[in-house]
């Protein structure tokens, strides 16, 4: 069983930073892609940012591109979010997400592995 650890959340002030890392389990060997969703009360979760393992490359959701940065980290089942002049309404849980056997893209949420979340909160 692979299981999702991330870390990093916490309180900001509109116009700061924070890293979000998430890392898996040792036997995370067959992960194909990881990336990152988020969710507030009341709504349903929202792709923020996906990445593939082997390539590297890419994907985010409009509202995050060019503020928000997905990266391999230095071990091999570590990724991050580098969020970046982050706004009150980036305010959320925000869940690692990995699958072994397809790319972590908008309009699917339908994965094999979750993390717990972490809370993010940007204070205006």
């Known amino acids: 069983q692979v299981r999702l650890v991330e870390s990093g959340g916490g309180l900001v002030q509109a116009g700061g930073s924070l890293r979000l890392s998430c890392s898996t389990s040792t036997r995370a060997s067959s992960i194909l892609s990881m990336g990152w969703f988020r969710q507030v009360p009341g709504k349903e979760r929202q792709f923020v940012a996906g990445?593939?393992?082997?390539?590297?490359?890419?994907d985010y959701d409009p509202t995050v591109k060019n503020r928000f940065t997905i990266g391999r980290g230095a071990t091999r089942n570590t990724v991050y979010l580098d969020m970046n002049s982050l706004k009150p309404d980036d305010t959320a849980v925000y869940y690692c997400v990995a699958d072994a056997a397809k790319p972590i893209t908008p309009g699917d949420v339908v994965y094999d592995y979750w993390g717990q979340g972490t809370q993010v909160t940007v204070s205006p």
């Open positions: 990445i593939r393992r082997s390539s590297g490359s890419t």
